[in-house]
């Protein structure tokens, strides 16, 4: 039997177990803002450390800055390593607050940060490297086109970058060289992948994200989210020009790493469509939400379209109401796909008996190319298939695309 001085669980579990604070396990019972504050000022002064996390409503950034900068240079947080100000619907009219120098003090030790609704300081030597930080999160924050690729030359080791917000850039270039993921809610005239290795998930959030898209080397990107409207493009031009685009030679890049591609767009020519499959020719998943593909039926006859090498596995049609365009896009992966296994045609009156057994005779499904297919007619309210991304976390889950109501495929 040991001895020695007297055991105390209390001790041992205050060693053991580092503190997670986070506002939203502090909202049951309902607590005013004021009283919030007041709760997480007490239990900092009283946890004797270490603390693993901070999750703090950026309203306090706001209202009770002085707060906030005491909260960050208590002692219980010494050698925190992830840090949340969540944004959590704030809209605030008042200009933003600059982020508090305190907030510095983990540079060294943070692995996850998201910083929102506040003003990032201008690059200045090294005072902005994070040497171990993984995830990041710049929301709704105003920083600089300087200070936001300091930012990131300041991290070594980034796997997931999410920027959102009402900042708008002339030009965003990524090199990292360990980037994995990137999500984009925030404007840019350019957006260009220098060197980045590793980056495996390009996601534009919203529309007009960047208004020229370059990539140079990202030799493992695999899946793409593409939105865009037709001015975002170019105008669809007449039916007979379309067939003579189609038999020219075409000078975009090839991207053959990318397996997985969204893109919503309300009118997709027939030209685009043929620029898509050539650019992505290696797809096994393609999600397709527009209303409208110009092309009349004998126009997806087209020699050039029936020579494109479609090797998708799965194809997903949403918001479809079975326009003719959107029959003849359909009818054109029913016929031409060789290796699909699944197309799911979703929307809102999709599930109708009458309008399944009718898709099945105006889609052809008894000539489809690939006999072992399996065809979903599916109904759902969902808008749109945006990937559902919430937090930087989120741009690591398995399925991006995979739609969290109660609609399934």
Not at 314 to 324: E, F, G, K, S
Request: hydrophobic share 40%.
């Amino acid at each position: 039997m040991e001895t020695g001085a007297p055991h105390c669980p209390q001790e041992e579990d205050d060693a053991v177990l580092p503190l997670n604070l986070d506002h939203r396990d502090l909202q049951f019972p309902r607590y005013e803002e004021e009283e919030l504050a007041g709760l997480i000022t007490g239990i900092l002064a009283a946890h004797r450390g270490p603390t693993r996390r901070l999750s703090i409503r950026a309203v306090h950034l706001h209202r009770r800055p002085d707060e906030v900068d005491a909260w960050l240079r208590s002692p219980a947080l010494d050698g925190l390593e992830e840090l949340e100000f969540d944004i959590g619907g704030l809209y605030e009219l008042a200009p933003d607050p600059p982020l508090p120098a305190s907030a510095f003090r983990f540079s060294a030790t943070l692995v996850a940060a998201t910083f929102a609704k506040c003003r990032f300081p201008d690059a200045d030597g090294g005072a902005l490297c994070f040497p171990k930080l993984r995830q990041l999160g710049l929301e709704d924050v105003a920083i600089s086109e300087d200070s936001l690729h300091g930012v990131i030359a300041g991290c070594p080791v980034l796997e997931s970058l999410l920027l959102t917000g009402r900042s708008r850039f002339s030009c965003i270039r990524i090199n990292s060289p360990t980037l994995v993921s990137l999500g984009l809610r925030v404007y840019t005239e350019e957006l260009v992948i220098e060197d980045a290795p590793l980056l495996e998930r390009l996601l534009q959030l919203e529309f007009r994200i960047a208004t020229h898209l370059t990539v140079i080397s990202a030799p493992k990107l695999e899946t793409v989210d593409c939105l865009c409207d037709l001015d975002y493009y170019s105008k669809l031009t007449s039916e007979a020009r379309e067939v003579q685009e189609l038999s020219a030679d075409s000078s975009i890049t090839v991207m053959s790493s990318v397996k997985n591609l969204s893109i919503n767009i309300p009118s997709l020519s027939i030209g685009m469509f043929v620029d898509l499959m050539r650019c992505f020719p290696c797809l096994d998943k393609l999600y397709i939400q527009t209303r409208n593909v110009s092309g009349h039926k004998d126009l997806w006859q087209h020699d050039v379209i029936k020579s494109l090498d479609i090797r998708m596995k799965t194809v997903v049609l949403r918001n479809y109401i079975a326009t003719w365009s959107q029959v003849n896009l359909a009818t054109f992966f029913v016929l031409n796909a060789k290796m699909l296994e699944l197309m799911v045609c979703d929307g809102r009156h999709t599930g109708r008996r009458r309008f399944i057994k009718d898709q099945k005779t105006l889609l052809h499904l008894e000539k489809r190319a690939s006999r072992g297919a399996q065809f979903h007619f599916t109904s759902s309210t969902c808008e749109h298939f945006l990937p559902r991304i919430s937090h930087v976390g989120d741009l690591s889950k398995a399925d991006l695309f995979k739609c969290d109501s109660d609609c399934t495929f």
